[in-house]
């Protein structure tokens, strides 16, 4: 799902809806933390890691 | 001794794709591949086996599945939710075989034109509705309603959307002209021997992978365990953070394609404040930075308050078109520590607007690390600073 962006404008925030001015700070906050994709970021290396030393073993078995 | 690449020849049964499965059998037999076919080689089962089951078998046990797709769906299983050559491919992909799709020229082509956005469109509405994802029967309703070719099986253009997900490629399938299919083998030999020489140098990184992966849990645990009371060098400190978080391009994923809508450069400025009874009072800076000393929490102008103030405990990117800059703000315990990064002018509050979600990820996915490294470092100061 989508996140809402705000804007702080002359120090009132609300939901930015259509165009805002150049000088409007616009934010939004991230759907996930940094620990949390460094989480996730792990465990698909070791997936990864995992498929990649099985694959070599399979195509250099003899 | 030699292994035959076992290839599973994936399809529905349908009269149109008969002669090309059994010419694809000749043409791997000929080639000396060993190839999988239902009706030639493994289509025989005891009473005893689910019929299902016996294809993802065969599947697992394949090198490769090539699927041909033509306007035929096939048996449709409720309980699943999938066909049977549709669990074949999921089998494939979750097992990381290489899949080989060839779909019927229209049918690519109408699903590209319409089917694609009929499905995104719904999906993404059934999401705001819903905050879930509606069953295939439900995608599947909706596309036999929807101003498409009535010869091709509605399920079909699911199939597709799915694949297209995936981020398979799929190639053009003629019927009345044929792929020169050893050629198409041999490029693919040829992509596998390209990668066969550097055994040893893969593992040999996968084995450092390993190494550094263990430092991270080393560092993880020990960092909680710290009480550090200060900085010795805080400008130093604050160059190294900005050192390491870096730029990149932000896309759109559409699956079957990436588009690029922009970048962003490098970190040019970092800068750390700290609690303060009523305001954040600058501790330090580096960089391009040219914050005030201080904010009042109360201060709506200030990305800097506005981060403190925030009830959420994840990290927010605020934008200013005029300034064109990102900024990353992490809210820690007693401080907040920002990251500029640098857009260019093309980059402006509709684009921003837009793009948040990508423009976010590509920010976390890039520098999660450092972000997570400073937390970490500032969190372990909370009690001595």
């Not at chain 2, 253009?157 to 002209?177: K, M, P, Q, S, T």
């Not at chain 2, 596998?192 to 020489?197: D, E, R, S, V």
């Not at chain 2, 890039?366 to 009690?383: P, S, T, Y």
């Amino acid at each position: 799902m989508a996140t809402k962006v705000y804007v702080s404008l002359n120090g009132v925030v609300t939901e930015a809806v259509g165009t805002q001015p150049k000088d409007a700070l616009l934010f939004a906050p991230s759907k996930k933390s940094a620990a949390q994709v460094i989480v996730e970021q792990r465990a698909n290396r070791r997936r990864n890691s995992q498929f990649i030393r099985e694959r070599l073993e399979e195509a250099f078995k003899r | 001794m030699f292994t035959k690449a076992k290839i599973f020849i994936s399809s529905v049964a349908q009269d149109s794709l008969k002669q090309l499965r059994e010419s694809m059998w000749d043409i791997l037999r000929d080639l000396g591949h060993e190839p999988m076919l239902f009706e030639r080689n493994f289509g025989a089962w005891d009473s005893h086996t689910n019929p299902v089951q016996k294809c993802i078998e065969c599947v697992r046990e394949s090198d490769a599945l090539l699927l041909f797709i033509s306007n035929k769906a096939g048996t449709f299983y409720e309980r699943s939710q999938r066909t049977v050559t549709h669990m074949e491919l999921i089998e494939a992909c979750a097992k990381r075989k290489t899949v080989l799709v060839f779909v019927d020229r229209m049918v690519k082509a109408e699903y590209f034109a319409k089917a694609k956005w009929i499905i995104e469109e719904y999906v993404e509405s059934y999401k705001a509705e819903t905050s879930s994802f509606p069953k295939a029967s439900d995608i599947v309703a909706v596309l036999s309603r929807a101003d498409l070719s009535p010869n091709v099986d509605p399920y079909v253009w699911f199939f597709l959307h799915d694949i297209v997900g995936r981020g398979i490629y799929f190639e053009d399938l003629n019927l009345a002209v044929a792929p020169d299919w050893k050629m198409y083998f041999s490029d693919l030999l040829r992509r596998g021997l390209q990668l066969m020489p550097f055994k040893d140098a893969i593992e040999t990184n996968e084995r450092q992978l390993d190494q550094y992966d263990h430092f991270y849990d080393i560092l993880t645990s020990a960092i909680p365990s710290l009480d550090i009371t200060g900085f010795r060098n805080l400008k130093a400190l604050l160059k190294s953070f900005q050192r390491s978080v870096t730029g990149d391009v932000v896309e759109h994923d559409y699956g079957y394609v990436k588009e690029p809508v922009g970048s962003f450069g490098d970190c040019s400025a970092v800068t750390l404040y700290e609690l303060q009874e009523d305001r954040l009072v600058v501790r330090g800076k580096t960089g391009t930075a040219i914050g005030e000393d201080y904010y009042l929490l109360d201060n709506k102008d200030s990305f800097i308050a506005l981060t403190y103030s925030n009830p959420e405990p994840n990290d927010q990117v605020f934008f200013k078109e005029s300034n064109c800059t990102f900024y990353y703000c992490l809210r820690l315990p007693k401080h907040v520590m920002t990251f500029h990064l640098p857009c260019g002018p093309d980059w402006n509050t509709d684009k921003f607007m837009a793009s948040k979600d990508s423009v976010i990820r590509v920010i976390i996915d890039k520098n999660a690390l450092a972000f997570d490294f400073v937390r970490m470092l500032i969190g372990a100061m909370q009690h001595g600073d």
